[in-house]
């Protein structure tokens, strides 16, 4: 059973920063992608940032320039730097793996629980 549990949400001023983290356990194979994704009221889950196994990002144009995403090979953590913080990035969010549990298996999905990151003065 896999298992990625987030952490470092909360309330921050706009302008502020904050530090997602996200480690993925269980029985894992490999790691192809990991990112981070959210989802505000009212509105469908939209990717934010991911990284792959070599490193490589994509970033969602809205945090382009404010976030970094970060990832561990080793230890199997991602971890998303928010600076600049925007109301509009109030949302909870989620911690993304694509693995595989065994050498012979397809890559599936994974997610975390979530996490509330809230934007307000």
């Known amino acids: 059973q896999v298992q990625l549990v987030e952490s470092g949400g909360g309330l921050v001023q706009p302008g502020g920063s904050l530090r997602l983290s996200c480690a993925a356990s269980?029985?894992?194979?490999?790691?192809?992608?990991m990112g981070w994704y959210r989802q505000a009221p009212g509105n469908e889950r939209e990717l934010v940032a991911v990284?792959?196994?070599?490193?490589?990002?994509n970033y969602a144009d809205s945090v382009k320039g404010r976030f970094t995403i970060s990832r561990d090979n080793i230890k199997n953590t991602v971890d998303l730097q928010m600076n600049s913080l925007k109301h509009e990035d109030t949302a909870v969010y989620y911690c993304n793996a694509v693995l595989q549990l065994s050498r012979w298996s397809l890559y599936t999905p994974a997610w975390g629980q979530g996490t509330q990151v809230t934007v307000s003065s």
């Open positions: 269980g029985s894992i194979f490999s790691i192809a992608a």
């Open positions: 990284i792959n196994s070599g490193g490589s990002t």
